[in-house]
């Protein structure tokens, strides 16, 4: 298995992660049978609780372009010590966002979420 794709592996283990601890902070806040109904009126999250669902959704979108930058690369037998890095760079990055985050740091959140956005451009340099 390309390093690449189980850097991917790990980035999807960290989605799960965050689903969870989203969930378990929702449960907390509302309660398991509103969250188990249709969520139709349900109040906003708030808290740290908020911060993980916010987390675990912009983890979501990140990890659509992530893992079509690395199925690219290495369909198309680029990957190399770059796309590696990038792969790295991006999951690190990811996990610091998350913490920070749900701790509640907002400047750090923004600069480590640049910094996976780094790691996916260079794997994008890589591919063009």
């Known amino acids: 298995m390309k390093p ?3 850097w991917l592996l790990w980035a999807v283990a960290l989605t799960v992660v ?8 929702a449960t907390l806040q509302v309660g398991l ?12 999250l708030t808290g740290w609780a908020g911060r993980a669902e916010r987390a675990h959704f912009n983890m979501l979108e990140s990890l659509v372009l992530f893992a079509a930058l690395v199925a690219v690369a290495v369909l198309s037998n680029k990957t190399n010590s770059a796309t ?9 990055a990811r996990l610091a966002y998350a913490l920070i985050y749900l701790v509640g740091i907002p400047w750090l959140r923004t600069l480590v979420w640049f910094a996976s956005i780094i790691g996916l451009v260079i794997i994008f340099l890589q591919l063009v």
């Open 4 to 6: 690449e794709l189980m």
């Open 18 to 25: 965050q689903m969870l601890i989203a969930v378990t902070g």
């Open 33 to 44: 049978p509103r969250l188990a109904g249709n969520r139709e009126g349900m109040p906003p």
């Open 84 to 92: 590696l890095m990038g792969a790295q760079i991006f999951v690190w």
